[in-house]
């Protein structure tokens, strides 16, 4: 177990943790979140004895060996797998002892160098690498690619292979997703899920969080709290917290107003009973979540472009690629105002190039690229944050975009943004990744955009930027065409998918869950590569799991089918009241009596309305799960 007893930690002059009591139990999964500069990265090097607490005590099992993943990695040239095996400390040294007892010729020294390699599984340690690497999206040809010959993104991948590759009784994991697409994260999840030890990981999505996290430890206000259940289930909890305070309360209750309008706009849109009632049960979360984030330092909104055109863009059976290379053929693709796309494919099918074709940074081999008169163009990439001007100020790079408006109005603007006071007026050089990603999103923003196109918008964003983030593109007017690895943003902002794979792009029916399995299928070896390795006993005790989990499905159907119609009579029932309600001689005095019963009648079906929706949706949600553990 680890204890932190009375910690306190001081960075510099500022106080990270004070009089910090927690215990982690072995073998749980924790989530650790906070603001930037809470302490959560300070927490891991505290862990791993890079850093020493000012008072109090930290206790962590001396015969724990630590993984971690490292932030950077220097150019090498030792090969993508052989770097990765370097994780396994313990079998490098076996190895060495090896090399070294047949230097000397000492026959009894190899004999137990070669049972200590036997005994670390060196035999199988390669594959093992290279099941690692595939998962994580190195192609076979790149696994024995030196590193320098990869970018850093790719590189911070290797640290995270090496870190799986590690041995551990505890795995520290600092944003592990940052720079994986939809796939490797998909297949990180199923790893880390089978990982015996004890993690800790820091990331912002949170579907990646309500995945792999059984609990969550939340840092603010030089605290550690730490609360049962995944990402989910923690912002439920905070917000009951926040909702007994008054003044919360009342921000609450605006913002809820605020979330209600978000929702009925997409209930107005939905062409199925099923969808009108998927967006309901998003409104009783948003509900009960919504305390949890109205501390928040990130507001802001979309405002409305002043002209649109009619189509906005449309690609004509246009290939599309590099140097005449064609990566995509035939891409018939037409953007009107209010669609909302995401694009969904494995990593290097064409995404991001199919979004530079529609910006106009490359141009099309073959086709037409048609752009509407009054298309006013917002473009997210990760590339554009280096094109900011390092030694302008936040304010100044507005001021540059609309010289004529003012400071005031300038300030109002990024103080959405979280940049107030000196923090507007300062040169971006020193500013980190998330916050020079939050002025090229705001500059986006100010620009009122009727056509937005976005590439993996929230890298480097932390949780309340990105629940920022979701809550303004749920308003947005325009139209809406984004990648993104995360889920939840996906889920919550767009209402079509089109698929970009094996040289094509088309409209994809299914939604993510669907996504999911067809990679499952796609590279089914990649993705349960752990499961096969399980022992016997193992795999049939899964086998008699599944089993059990399909008994649970039929029972679960019937009992929504059977409230369902339940539902659809109350709902008759509600609107016979209302049109009896309608009549004006009801409301005369003398049917005093009669209207005070048909209200009373209305009231007790709308309650009774209500109980068999919220029993739905909880039906609903356990079937869901169940499918989802069955991978139907």
């Known amino acids: 177990m680890i204890t932190l007893s009375h910690i306190s930690l001081r960075r510099g ?20 979140i906070g603001q930037n500069g809470t302490g959560k990265s300070s927490l891991f090097a505290m862990l791993r004895g890079e850093l020493h607490a000012d008072a109090g005590e930290l206790s962590v099992p001396a015969q724990w060996r630590i993984a971690h993943m490292a932030q950077e990695v220097a150019a090498s040239d030792r090969s993508a797998v052989d770097y990765v095996l370097d994780g396994d ?19 009894a020294a190899q004999a137990r160098a070669w049972a200590d390699y036997e005994a670390l599984h060196g035999y199988t340690a390669r594959s093992r690498a290279e099941q690692l690497l595939h998962g994580l999206g190195f192609s076979q040809s790149q696994v024995d690619t030196p590193v320098s010959d990869f970018s850093g993104g790719w590189r911070i991948r290797l640290n995270l292979a090496q870190a799986l590759m590690c041995p551990s009784e505890l795995m520290l994991l600092d944003e592990p997703t940052n720079h994986l697409d939809l796939d490797a994260i998909l297949w990180l999840e199923q790893w880390l899920k089978q990982y015996p030890g004890t993690l ?28 049962r259940g995944n990402y989910s289930a923690f912002e439920v909890q905070r917000a009951a917290r926040l909702a007994e305070q008054q003044a919360t309360f009342e921000k609450q209750q605006r913002r809820v107003l605020e979330i209600q309008q978000f929702v009925n706009r997409f209930r107005a849109k939905a062409s199925k009973a099923r969808q009108a009632q ?87 081999i073959k086709g037409e690229r048609i752009v509407g008169e009054n298309v006013k163009l ?33 300030r109002d603007f990024l103080g959405g943004f979280n940049f107030h006071g000196d923090k507007a007026l300062e040169p971006i050089a020193p500013f980190s990744g998330g916050e020079k990603a939050r002025l090229a999103l705001a500059m986006v923003v100010w620009n009122r955009p009727n056509l937005l196109l976005m590439d ?177």
């Open 378 to 410: 917002g473009y997210f990439a990760q590339h554009q944050l280096d094109a900011l001007d390092m030694q302008a100020s936040a304010l100044l790079h507005i001021q540059r975009l609309s010289p004529r408006a003012t400071e005031q109005e300038i």
């Open 89 to 107: 400390v313990r079998l490098r040294e076996a190895e060495a002892a090896i090399a070294a007892a047949q230097a000397r010729g000492d026959d």
């Open 456 to 632: 993996e918008p929230t890298n480097h964003l932390d949780l309340e930027m990105r629940h920022a983030l979701t809550i303004a593109l749920q308003a947005y007017e325009g139209a809406l065409l984004v990648i993104s690895h995360d889920r939840h943003l996906l889920r919550n902002t767009v209402d079509e998918f089109v698929l970009v794979a094996n040289g094509c792009a088309e409209p994809y029916q299914g939604g993510l869950e669907e996504y999911h399995r067809w990679l499952k299928n796609r590279d089914e070896p990649a993705v349960a590569h752990t499961l096969e390795s399980a022992p016997a006993h193992d795999r049939r005790a899964q086998r008699q799991q599944s089993a059990a989990l399909r008994q649970q499905l039929s029972p679960l159907r019937k009992r929504i089918e059977k409230l369902e119609q339940q539902l659809e009579k109350l709902a008759q029932q509600l609107a016979d009241h209302e049109a009896r309600l309608a009549d004006a001689g009801l409301y005369e005095p003398e049917r005093k009596q009669e209207l005070q019963q048909l209200l009373q009648q209305q009231g007790d079906c709308q309650k009774q309305v209500d109980a068999i929706e919220r029993e739905w949706m909880t039906a609903v949600e356990s079937l869901e799960q169940l499918q989802a553990e069955l991978g139907l």
């Open 13 to 32: 002059s500022q106080l990270l943790l004070d009089d910090t009591s927690l215990h982690i139990l072995p073998g749980r999964r924790i989530g650790v």
């Open 200 to 227: 800790l990981l820091i990331s912002h999505d949170r579907d990646f969080l309500d995945a792999v996290a059984d609990e969550m430890i939340h840092l603010e206000h030089c605290k550690a709290t730490l609360y």
């Open 278 to 364: 998927s967006r309901l049960k998003e409104l009783e979360r948003m509900e009960k979540i919504a305390p949890a984030h109205i501390d928040s330092p990130f507001h802001f909104v979309f405002q409305p472009a002043q002209k649109s055109s009619n189509p906005l863009m449309d690609l004509r059976h246009v290939d599309i690629g590099y140097d005449g290379a064609t990566i995509l053929k035939k891409v018939d693709l037409c953007l009107r105002p209010g669609m909302r796309i995401g694009l969904l494919g494995p990593n290097g099918a064409g995404k991001s190039t199919l979004v530079k074709t529609l910006v106009g940074e490359l141009p099309v």
